[in-house]
Every structure is written in C-alpha cells, then in structure tokens.
C-alpha cells in the first residue's frame, strides 16, 4: 500500500513538473532572441549583417580614424511597432578581439556617411531600413567576435566570429 502511495505522488510530481517545463518552453519560443548566420532577433527587431569589412585608417569610411576599423552593414527590420531606428543596432551588439583583450572594441565614427542622414529616423513596423557601424580594431590578424545581446540586458544570445582578410 505504500509502495502504490509512494509510486502515485511520484507520478503526480513528475506530471506537474513536465507540464510547467512545457508551459515555460513555449512561452520561451515565442519570445525568442538569439543571433546566428549573420541574423539577429530580439524583443522588437530583426537585424541582418549584409557586408563586413576592415577599413585602414586614412581610407574612405575611416578617413579620420587612427586605427582601423572593422565594420559592419546591416539592414534592420521593425517587428514590433515600438521606436526602432537604425542605431537601435547599437543596443545589442558588442565586438571583440579575444586574442589581445577580454575587453570591449570602441566604438568608432560610422562607416558609410551615406546612411547617417536616416541614421535615427524610427522605422515603422514591418518596415526596414539600412544602417552601418564600427569599432576601433586591436591589430589587423585577429578575428572579431560579435556578441547579440538580449534587448534591455547584457546577456549574450549569441556570437558570431569573423575573421579579418
């Protein structure tokens, strides 16, 4: 009788606990942020890397700058209807050069003067728009981690590694 009494709660536990487990899954799916294969997704926009390039300093796109750069071309995409502009970028992605420093790449002018004049104009949902930016490189050989972090925090749900040509 207490074998079956024992085995019962056991049962009802497990059933309790695999259902809340599903609950939070699928509530976790529907809100999901992550960033791989040059695309990130957060809570109100889409992002996709389109181009990167290392730009020397005294080049076009780097033509005040005393290092290098590494820079990136996204388009963004609003999915929520909430204020988004191209520099929403800035939010959510920080470069690193793991093999000099643990540290955080600067953020350098941008890139393309090209976009700057939209640079802060919101995007309606659904809608897209162009944006470029860059930061300041340790040295020319090392390869770039770009780190997505969630929208609103600093936790990283995702990296992806470039490397410089």
Same mark, same amino acid.
């Given at each position: 009788m207490k074998k079956t009494l024992l085995f019962l709660l056991t049962l009802t536990a @497990? &059933?309790? @606990?695999?259902?809340?487990?599903? @609950?939070?899954?699928?509530?976790?799916? #529907?809100?999901?942020?992550n960033f791989s294969k040059n695309s990130l997704k957060v809570k109100n926009f889409h992002l996709k890397i389109t181009k990167t390039a290392v730009i020397p300093a005294g080049t076009s796109g780097n033509e005040f700058g005393k290092k290098p750069i590494f #820079? &990136?071309?996204y388009t963004i995409t609003n999915t929520s209807g909430k204020k988004v502009s191209p520099v929403s970028a800035a939010s959510v992605l920080r470069a690193y050069q793991p093999a000099k420093s643990k540290k955080q790449l600067v953020a350098a002018p941008l890139p393309d003067q090209s976009l700057a004049a939209k640079y802060k104009i919101n995007i309606k949902k659904n809608q897209s728009a162009k944006g470029s930016m860059a930061w300041n490189l340790y040295d020319t050989k090392s390869s770039i981690k770009i780190h997505g972090v969630k929208y609103g925090t600093n936790q990283t749900i995702g990296v992806q590694t470039y490397s410089i040509k």
């Open positions: @497990l &059933i309790s @606990l695999s259902g809340c487990g599903m @609950l939070g899954q699928s509530k976790n799916s #529907a809100n999901s942020q #820079a &990136i071309w």
